[in-house]
């Protein structure tokens, strides 16, 4: 993305923002009876295997997909794997922190019509809280996190390890009950 952004001297937002009006265009306007650009350009530019995603996808298992493959891409870069190799063995669904923070953020985007920008940082760090004793969040998260593990048995793991602090003597509480 930011080569494409560099490229036409865009922001990264802005290229985000115009890489999804175009794939709603496309999604919008998809005929599954004729010529499949969808399926050309989720496998030839995105590199996505749409046989991944459940029968009768929406927009919605469209993104997670593409953010997925997009993450496995940032991992066989950094390890020098072929590309594809950990998005071809892996599926989303295999590693818990993505689980938990996809859907932390479905859970957010069905409680509050317009998502935050902070939702990109502040739901995989609440992921996080599978695998270290704590992890200090906000009020906002804390209360989508709560929201999310009543309807989520899975989010509970979650939910018991994340907290907030009004000042430092309360962290310090925190930190010393470790």
Do not use: C
Not at 21 to 45: E, F, H, M, T, W
Not at 63 to 73: G, I, N, P, W, Y
Not at 132 to 145: C, E, G, N, P, W
């Amino acid at each position: 993305m930011p080569s494409f952004a560099q490229q036409f001297g865009l922001s990264g937002v802005q290229a985000a923002q115009l890489v999804e009006q175009s794939l709603q265009l496309i999604y919008q306007n998809y005929d599954p009876a004729g010529a499949d650009p969808l399926r050309d350009v989720a496998s030839k530019v995105l590199g996505l295997d749409l046989d991944r995603l459940p029968a009768g996808f929406n927009q919605g298992d469209f993104v997670l997909e593409t953010l997925f493959r997009s993450r496995m891409a940032t991992h066989e870069k950094r390890m020098s794997l072929p590309d594809g190799a950990a998005y071809n063995t892996l599926t989303r669904h295999m590693l818990p922190s993505l689980v938990a923070w996809f859907e932390l953020d479905q859970a957010a985007r069905s409680n509050t019509p317009t998502p935050q920008g902070s939702n990109m940082i502040d739901f995989p760090l609440a992921a996080f809280a599978l695998y270290i004793d704590k992890v200090q969040v906000d009020r906002r998260v804390l209360h989508q996190a709560e929201m999310a593990a009543n309807k989520n048995s899975f989010l509970r793991r979650v939910r018991a390890n994340l907290f907030r602090t009004r000042d430092l003597k309360d962290l310090l509480g925190v930190l010393n009950s470790l």
